[in-house]
């Protein structure tokens, strides 16, 4: 018996053979091989997948160790979205003889049928894994979730060598959406959904802001990123919840509408009169960590200068925003590109106060 993976011998049978499980499935074929694709309810789920956590050394496992943080988010992401969740299917390799026998209608060559699995066989999960656990936790919280199905993939298990073969080609070629990707599409995500009717509503934003990506390409349209602006409202307003009230949405709007008025070259931007690639080009202030700067900073005016941070926002005008001044090396810049790191972000946030009048640096109003 393998220590990453197998049947519950406990288990009742999904047939009437107390020996065998049964599946109605579907007969594929890829790679010259057969697959079938079954419906299986959810309360089976932990019962047919069991994991044992033995200290087993990679080279002898056929997947990744469980990481026990990721499954109370995705359990969560069950028990609150009951109406709307969505699973893919689960993958998993059988090591034993199974048999696929076609229904009737279909003739002997036909691929809709059943599916028998002998209960002495081995199944191991070459996808899913966390998807598995969380079924598992989420049950205990909503039972009537186990009626519900997911979609499992079977295919033959060829040995440790193939099944590790598995799973790195299902990994490989995953690719994960980008943050703004992400933010766009989540309408469960408050705060996101609000960034986007951020970006569609002020002048500065409307029409310039990259939905799709996290960077932007030379000769774009584009001057913001939604993950740029999305970050940078977490600076400003640090919000506890991500229902945000609306003396903080109106805050986050009235900031960086002023915000675009005493950069000049923003309101040139807004007039038409200069192109984002042309800013882009030549100041630092078109760019992703420009904007997290001045999100801290506007969480210290706004905060502490409630009566009178839009006066101070004034000095935005006079500050020299060039990519070639040597006020941003270090900071934003480094041999004449863009340096990204936390430490510079916030030297930079200690510049643009210190030039709005303000003799303290974010570590010591955050040491208050």
Not at 158 to 177: C, E, I, T, W, Y
Request: aromatic content about 10%.
């Amino acid at each position: 018996m393998r220590n990453y993976g197998s049947v519950s011998k406990s288990t009742t049978s999904l047939g009437n053979s107390p020996n065998t499980l049964h599946f109605d499935a579907l007969r594929g074929y890829q790679a010259g091989r057969e697959f079938y694709v079954a419906m299986c309810e959810l309360k089976w789920i932990p019962k047919l997948f069991v994991f044992n956590q033995e200290l087993v050394p990679v080279q002898m496992r056929a997947q990744r160790i469980l990481r026990e943080s990721r499954i109370p988010e995705i359990a969560n992401y069950m028990i609150n979205n009951p109406k709307n969740y969505v699973f893919s299917s689960l993958t998993a390799s059988v090591d034993g003889k199974v048999r696929f026998i076609p229904a009737p209608s279909q003739g002997d060559n036909g691929n809709m049928g059943t599916l028998h699995i002998p209960l002495d066989c081995n199944i191991l999960i070459n996808d899913g894994q966390h998807r598995r656990a969380a079924i598992e936790e989420a049950l205990k919280h909503k039972p009537e979730l186990g009626n519900e199905y997911i979609s499992v993939v079977f295919f033959e298990d060829r040995g440790l060598q193939q099944s590790q073969q598995m799973f790195a080609d299902l990994n490989k070629h995953a690719v994960k959406p980008t943050k703004s990707l992400g933010i766009l599409y989540d309408h469960r995500d408050t705060f996101g959904q609000f960034i986007v009717k951020l970006a569609n509503a002020l002048p500065i934003f409307h029409g310039r802001v990259e939905l799709e990506r996290t960077s932007i390409s030379n000769r774009s349209t584009k001057f913001f990123t939604l993950n740029g602006i999305a970050d940078a409202t977490k600076f400003l307003l640090k919000p506890k919840s991500k229902n945000l009230a609306e003396d903080e949405q109106k805050l986050a709007a009235e900031f960086w509408d002023e915000v675009s008025k005493n950069i000049p070259e923003w309101q040139l931007l807004t007039e038409k009169k200069v192109s984002a690639f042309e800013l882009r080009m030549e100041y630092v202030h078109s760019h992703t960590n420009f904007i997290n700067a001045l999100g801290m900073v506007g969480h210290i005016l706004v905060t502490q200068f409630a009566d009178s941070w839009k006066d101070k926002l004034k000095a935005l005008q006079k500050i020299d925003w060039g990519r070639d001044s040597p006020v941003w090396q270090g900071k934003l810049m480094l041999d004449g590109k863009m340096l990204k790191t936390k430490g510079g972000i916030k030297k930079a946030a200690n510049v643009i106060l210190h030039e709005c009048g303000i003799n303290k640096t974010l570590d010591e109003f955050e040491d208050k």
